[in-house]
């Protein structure tokens, strides 16, 4: 059984856990800075929890010296500490960050490691980015990728058309930070919030708009090799004239802690949600312009007895599977490990990876 030290005891962290204890392979070391977070884990099997501050990369490398990784759920703003803590430590490392600069900073990090360093392991970006390189590798060569996701509330109730599924952090800073693209043949930076754009899925009609992070390293991977190349948020149509108004004409996005406390005080949470992963490829095979297009819904479900959000079991889900074929020796146990990296195949057939299956292995049945 290998130890795990995770970071983080929140709603992602503690499914985590849930999913890591849950397949008898792994124990679990729970670091978090708040006493009152642990305290849900008191007395679980296979569960040790340390209440410390996690911003000291020297005593979280000390506190989790031994384990075999170390799997950073903290909030993205902690990223460059944790892993400092594991690189010290000798531990691997994996993270759910979408934050650019970070990422940045892991990759630094991973240059002269004798461990494996793997970011962005989450939904997107992470998942999103296995199943379209999934669908690059088919083409000869490549016009446009277009990357989309949403985690909806099924029911919208209010005037957003929003609920709060995951970190209220993580939504204002991918909604305020700019996002990479490539556009024209050009890798640039373009302004999150903007570009939007509705499409219908299922006979339901979606608003998608530019956000931050959700492409990993895939500009950089397909710099000059593709046209075109972005990642968009997927909301119900009205909600990003909402957000803009309180980013742009009430200047919250240079207060994002009002931001965050008008989110967290006024939009009900909920776990009746869905998540959306919505890829289209287009160029050229065998001489031909063709287009192929993954699409995927997974729904929130009943774990180990406890109900989980849909954004829960896909974010969770995608960095247990990742972590398990890592463990397994299926990922180099060494250096900088990019999502594209990583088979859809493998990471499919995976104890973890499967919660994303059902509706991905039909599409591709049909497909091929």
């Keep these: 059984m290998r130890k795990?030290?995770?970071?983080?005891?929140?709603?992602?962290?503690?499914?985590?856990v849930d999913l890591l204890v849950g397949s008898g392979a792994y124990?679990?070391?729970?670091?978090?800075?708040?006493?009152?977070a642990l305290k849900h884990f008191d007395g679980r099997a296979h569960v040790e929890t340390a209440a410390m501050a996690i911003d000291d990369d020297q005593a979280l490398a000390a506190r989790i010296k031994g384990c075999f990784a170390a799997v950073n759920c903290a909030p993205f703003?902690?990223?460059?500490?944790?892993?400092?803590?594991?690189?010290?430590?000798?531990?691997?490392?994996?993270?759910?960050?979408?934050?650019?600069?970070?990422?940045?900073?892991?990759?630094?990090?991973?240059?002269?490691?004798?461990?494996?360093?793997?970011?962005?392991?989450?939904?997107?970006?992470?998942?999103?980015?296995?199943?379209?390189?999934?669908?690059?590798?088919?083409?000869?060569?490549?016009h446009d990728v277009r990357l989309r996701v949403g985690a909806l509330p099924r029911y919208p109730s209010n005037a957003l058309n929003y609920n709060l599924t995951w970190s209220t952090d993580g939504v204002i800073n991918e909604y305020c930070e700019p996002c990479e693209a490539i556009v024209n043949g050009k890798l640039r930076e373009t302004p999150a919030m903007e570009e939007r754009e509705e499409f219908a899925l299922d006979g339901v009609t979606y608003e998608a708009f530019n956000t931050s992070g959700g492409l990993g390293t895939l500009c950089h991977t397909l710099d000059g090799?593709?046209?075109?190349l972005n990642?968009?948020?997927?909301?119900?149509?009205?909600?990003?004239?909402?957000?803009?108004?309180?980013?742009n004409d009430l200047n919250l996005r240079n207060r994002r802690d009002v931001l965050k406390d008008i989110l967290e005080n006024s939009v009900p949470a909920t776990m009746q949600d869905v998540v959306i992963v919505f890829v289209t490829v287009s160029g050229m095979k065998e001489g031909r312009l063709m287009q192929e297009t993954y699409v995927n819904k997974v729904y929130a479900q009943e774990i180990g007895g406890e109900v989980k959000s849909a954004i829960q079991i896909t974010t969770a889900g995608a960095i247990c599977a990742v972590l398990d074929m890592l463990a397994d020796g299926s990922l180099p146990a060494t250096g900088f490990i990019r999502q594209e990296d990583i088979p859809l195949d493998a990471f499919l057939a995976n104890r973890f990876g499967r919660y994303y299956a059902p509706e991905e292995v039909s599409f591709r049945a049909a497909a091929e």
């Design 4 to 16: 795990v030290a995770v970071v983080g005891a929140g709603k992602i962290g503690s499914t985590v």
């Design 27 to 36: 124990e679990v070391l729970l670091v978090d800075q708040s006493a009152a």
């Design 77 to 142: 703003h902690l990223t460059t500490a944790v892993a400092r803590a594991a690189k010290a430590a000798g531990a691997h490392y994996l993270d759910l960050t979408e934050d650019v600069a970070s990422s940045r900073v892991v990759r630094e990090l991973a240059a002269d490691s004798k461990t494996a360093f793997i970011p962005q392991c989450g939904l997107a970006p992470g998942f999103i980015t296995i199943a379209a390189w999934d669908l690059i590798k088919h083409f000869d060569e490549l």
């Design 225 to 228: 090799q593709v046209r075109n």
């Design 231 to 247: 990642y968009k948020t997927i909301r119900y149509p009205g909600h990003a004239a909402i957000i803009k108004a309180l980013l």
